[in-house]
Nanobody, 117 residues
């Protein structure tokens, strides 16, 4: 069974930085897109950033210019570098990995990011 292990969340002051990592294991298929989403209590999960197999990236307007998504395909790992963090970035962050064919998606367990003002 596919496992996604996230790390790097925590508490940081506004203006600070964090780097999230998500390592996928027990992968028996080719990975397509990888991405990060976030969700606050009572709200829908929303896209933060995604990266295709070819390296094309997409960002939410609220994070563009502050966050950078990258991937190491050899390690089946996706990263999210978060700079200039704001209190409104406080959420649980989830990584998502999709199969290249068929589109089946897998989710990580989530990691808490808290930005204090």
């Amino acid at each position: 069974q596919v496992q996604l292990v996230e790390s790097g969340g925590g508490l940081v002051q506004a203006g600070g930085s964090l780097r999230l990592s998500c390592a996928a294991s027990r992968i028996m298929f080719s990975i397509g897109a990888m991405g990060w989403y976030r969700q606050a209590p009572g709200k829908q999960r929303e896209l933060v950033a995604s990266i295709t197999r070819g390296g094309s990236t997409t960002y939410a307007d609220s994070v563009r210019g502050r966050f950078t998504i990258s991937r190491d395909s050899a390690k089946n790992t996706v990263y999210l570098q978060m700079n200039s963090l704001k209190p409104e970035d406080t959420d649980v962050y989830y990584c998502k990995v999709s199969q290249l064919t068929g589109g089946t998606a897998y989710w990580g367990q989530g990691t808490q990011v808290t930005v204090s003002s």
